[in-house]
């Protein structure tokens, strides 16, 4: 699933080709691409046809188009799912295999969601003040994420410290800290040198303070490079592919050396999943032993 470097690296694509732009008509292929929307596709379609689109925000994984006229002001609010794509081409260009939605533009282009699995989608939304922030309502229960002007890493520690709970499954957790996922967990738990099973009530502020700092930079390194691709699902807007891959220090490199130590990584089961750690660096917290 993409996180918040793929999503930014896509709202900063859209942004250029969008702000400014008209929407003429649209295409909704797809039902279950705006299931989410209680009006369904004619209402989605009839609402947005005519707008003129101000601009693409982000709170961490989730992207909304601004889209207002005279009238209406609405939020177009886009989650990818799985392997959803939002991309940029010309009328009449070949329409992808699991085009999902075409949003016709007054510039003679056109922005396409594609989606093969069907797991993301659009919707409408009115917006809601939020702890300062002007959100989508279905989207203001999500926290900031490190590069919201509203992100207050206290709190965030705060809320960590209150928990009794691994810290990698806080750190998936969306309501305490967004945009961060499975690879970029892995990533700035080796970085802060803390394994993922650690609970959160017995890490000093000061290393959960370090893990925050390591997450916001491994994300923004990721976004400089356009994300992490492991296939062709993940691409930003012009259907290109992301290079974080290549400098992942922890994340699917079970058996490689450790970056810092040399020991080889390591892997073990998480949520369905898998979390990649050194076994040196980060060493995994003893066993509780069951009180009698």
Same mark, same amino acid.
């Given at each position: 699933?993409?996180?918040?470097?793929?999503?930014?690296?896509?709202?900063?694509?859209? /942004?250029?080709?969008?702000?400014?732009? $008209?929407? /003429?008509?649209?295409?909704?292929?797809?039902?279950?691409?705006?299931?989410?929307?209680?009006?369904?596709?004619?209402?989605?379609?009839? $609402?947005?046809?005519?707008?003129?689109?101000?601009?693409?925000?982000?709170?961490?994984?989730?992207?909304?188009?601004?889209?207002?006229?005279?009238?209406?002001?609405?939020?177009?609010?886009?989650?990818?799912?799985?392997?959803?794509?939002? *991309?940029?081409?010309?009328?009449?260009?070949?329409?992808?295999?699991?085009? $999902?939605?075409?949003?016709?533009? &007054? &510039?003679?282009?056109?922005?396409?969601?594609?989606?093969?699995?069907?797991?993301?989608?659009?919707?409408?939304?009115?917006?809601?003040?939020?702890?300062? %922030?002007?959100?989508?309502?279905?989207?203001?229960?999500?926290?900031?994420?490190?590069?919201?002007?509203?992100?207050?890493?206290?709190?965030?520690?705060? =809320?960590?410290?209150?928990?009794?709970?691994?810290?990698?499954?806080? *750190? *998936?957790?969306? @309501?305490?800290?967004?945009?961060?996922?499975?690879?970029?967990?892995?990533?700035?738990?080796?970085?802060?040198?803390?394994?993922?099973? !650690?609970?959160?009530?017995?890490?000093?502020?000061? =290393?959960?303070?370090?893990?925050?700092?390591?997450?916001?930079?491994?994300? %923004?390194?990721?976004?400089?490079?356009?994300? @992490?691709?492991?296939?062709?699902?993940?691409?930003?807007?012009?259907?290109?592919?992301?290079?974080?891959?290549?400098?992942?220090?922890?994340?699917?490199?079970?058996?490689?050396?450790?970056?810092?130590?040399?020991?080889?990584?390591?892997?073990?089961?998480?949520?369905?999943? %898998?979390?990649?750690?050194?076994?040196?660096?980060?060493?995994?917290? !003893?066993? $509780?032993?069951?009180?009698?």
């Amino acid at each position: 699933m993409p996180e918040l470097p793929e999503v930014e690296t896509i709202r900063l694509g859209l /942004t250029e080709h969008l702000t400014g732009r $008209r929407v /003429t008509d649209v295409q909704v292929l797809h039902s279950r691409a705006v299931r989410r929307h209680a009006g369904g596709p004619v209402d989605l379609r009839d $609402r947005l046809r005519g707008k003129q689109l101000l601009g693409v925000s982000r709170r961490g994984k989730y992207l909304w188009l601004a889209a207002a006229d005279a009238a209406d002001e609405v939020a177009a609010v886009v989650h990818l799912g799985m392997s959803g794509q939002m *991309l940029i081409a010309g009328a009449g260009a070949p329409d992808p295999v699991h085009l $999902r939605i075409r949003a016709e533009l &007054d &510039d003679g282009n056109e922005l396409r969601f594609v989606d093969q699995r069907t797991f993301g989608g659009w919707h409408l939304d009115d917006y809601a003040e939020t702890g300062g %922030s002007r959100l989508p309502v279905s989207i203001a229960h999500i926290a900031a994420d490190p590069f919201d002007p509203a992100y207050d890493p206290g709190a965030v520690v705060d =809320r960590l410290r209150r928990k009794d709970t691994e810290i990698k499954r806080a *750190l *998936l957790d969306q @309501t305490v800290i967004s945009g961060v996922g499975n690879i970029y967990a892995d990533e700035a738990l080796w970085r802060a040198q803390l394994h993922g099973r !650690r609970r959160t009530r017995g890490i000093p502020r000061a =290393r959960l303070h370090q893990l925050l700092e390591a997450a916001g930079e491994v994300m %923004s390194e990721a976004i400089t490079v356009g994300g @992490t691709s492991f296939d062709a699902l993940y691409v930003n807007v012009n259907g290109e592919s992301g290079y974080f891959d290549r400098a992942l220090n922890a994340y699917g490199r079970e058996g490689e050396e450790c970056a810092r130590c040399g020991a080889p990584m390591a892997r073990e089961s998480f949520m369905n999943r %898998s979390s990649f750690f050194c076994p040196v660096c980060q060493p995994p917290p !003893r066993s $509780r032993t069951p009180r009698r």
